[in-house]
């Protein structure tokens, strides 16, 4: 079993199942569970005569699975928190917030990270602590601001459309419930917290570094390079986030393990061109000290921490220990992060970090060492191919769950990915170093730019090749289930020819069903009322989407948005129609769809009779008393025959 040598191997699975159970069951059903077992195991014990050898390591992982349930349970704040009133839905509140951080964009809307610090009343200052989701439209408001607020304070929910990120999910994973949002009217500007002294140092060495980019880059050049080399990700345009997502380059522009693993190679290649004056273990002791100052730099944000801690350790463990196991200290590091903050298990970033890492541990050396290459250079390439091939298949499942798409060239970006990040992270590192020597600086600015632009074009000539995404993949858990036992026993059965062709079989079964279900996907014909303020209705009839709105000043962002989402899952050609006074007919299956337009909603009159509503965008009275009503979410009348806050409205269409 080995578990002395590789312990975290079997503890942190263990501890993220404890995790995962403690939040999905009440923590007094987990403490009746351990109370049942621990009596079973006791009246075992007693009636008989000798010990039974699995009983010490059976309490050992119910301890193990039970520690997990109590830490979540501490850490998750109950749901009935500021948001929600008696019925569970809001409360209109005076509160003292601290602005914890500013995502700042082009958007109207700007989001805010807050604290409350208490509900106040005409008479009463009652303390409450619970993070909170507020959007603003005032520009004003920067980081450690502290406001007074009037709002109502909703809980976060989502709006059910098609390919809808999973928002409540997402914040609530991050012990954040409550959204509210808040025009220039609505607060009052307090005053600002003192920040610490560390605080003050990093902000102030950061705003440096990114004055150093900002004289030295154009616009789009400089938008790439602080979200690669510091983090800020505010410049980045939509189409070229776009860009890189399709060419599976977006973990590029995100400071994470990538960039913390090449700062960490490039340092250690600086460091052993000295190794007669620096030896090894103060030249990796140094390099660590370096990672973790670039970590409080860009921020400290949980990729960044988790992926400097994860390093650290691994790279501690080679030095200090020759018989390591780097899968051990890979688990061991993923433990502690989880026992600092349990709900980073449901965190994206989490997840795909450690499993790419996982992938990479598992995997590497048998792809590697399938193909033998004698040329160097060419050798080289191969090994960082096989790097990307084996963080990408661990992290397929998760990645087509959540973002419904699978990026085809992907080793192809991988290769081009390998040298750009790490030629421009050397590059922007030299550039911090030598940019108070202004020849030196400027031929660094000058490179710089250069890769920048380089990498610019060969991702956006990646995504323009043909077939370069492949969109419609919605992946159920029990699918996702199935891929990861698959892989592991494939990692597990080695050389065990009859294991392997049963795992080869699974594993085409699988491919099958997640296939099927795409193709449901892509050829599902319906028509779509979505849950938003301005009116979209879709019409999907083969590899063809046709969007109604009524939008005089061209679609928002996020109507976009919502286009955008449903595409990924339902793909097509999307085809924009205005709807105009009078009537609008779109050609679907079976004859026409008419959309008669009145002072107080739409009448939809879809090919067969019995298909035909009236969508109410007042609450005026409806002139087709017989029509079923649809209301857009707005409305808060209880007439309502459905209400599009509950989520969008769905038609199947022959």
Known sequence: MNFYRRPFVYITPLFALGIFLGDAYAMHDSLAWLVMAVLVVAIIRLFLRKPIDYLFPFGVVLGILFIGGVLVDYNRFDDMAIGNDDQGEYINSTMLLNVLEVNESESVWQRMVCESVAIVGEDAYVPHREKLLVYTNSSALSKNDQVLMRGTFTLIANKGNPGEFDSKHYWNSKNIYSIAYMDESQYLHIGSIEPSWFEKTRDSINHQLDEILGENLDESNLAVAKALILGDKSLLRPELKKSFSSAGAMHVLAVSGLHIGIILEILLFIFGRFSKILKKNRAVLLAIGILWIYAAVVGFSPSVVRATIMFSLIALGKIFSKQSNGLNILLFSACLLLSYNPLMLYDIGFQLSYLAMLGIFLLYKPIQSSIFIKNR?????????????????????????????????????????????????????????????????????????????????????????????????????????????????????????????????????????????????????????????????????????????????????????????????????????????????????GGYMKVVKFDNGYHILLPSKDKSFFLRTSTRVVPFKDDYIVDMPYIQSKRTSYNLRNGCYRIPLK
């Not at 699988?510 to 014909?525: G, M």
């Open 377 to 589: 250079w060419l050798n080289k390439v191969w090994q960082g191919t096989s790097v990307g091939v084996s963080a990408q298949v661990f992290t397929i499942p998760v990645t087509l769950h959540y973002f419904h798409q699978f990026p085809n060239y992907f080793i192809l970006t991988n290769i081009g990915m390998m040298v750009f990040a790490g030629l421009v992270l050397s590059l922007g590192l030299v550039l911090f170093a030598t940019s108070w020597v202004k020849i030196v600086g400027k031929l660094i600015a000058a490179l710089l730019s250069f890769a920048l632009t380089a990498m610019i074009f060969f991702v956006e000539w990646v995504e323009h090749l043909s077939g370069s995404v492949a969109f419609g993949f919605t992946l159920p858990w029990y699918l996702i289930v199935a891929a990861y036992i698959i892989l592991f026993i494939v990692v597990l059965a080695k050389s065990k020819m009859i294991v392997l062709k049963v795992a080869l079989f699974a594993a085409m079964v699988l491919i099958i069903a997640i296939q099927a279900i795409r193709y449901e996907n892509i050829t599902r014909n319906e028509f779509v009322v979505f849950n938003s303020n301005q009116l979209l209705m879709m019409v999907k009839q083969g590899d063809n989407i046709i969007c109604l709105h009524n939008a005089t000043n061209g679609l928002t962002d996020g109507l976009d948005f919502l286009i955008d989402a449903y595409s990924k899952i339902h793909p097509g050609k999307v085809k924009f129609v205005r709807l105009s006074l009078g009537e609008t007919s779109v050609m679907v299956s």
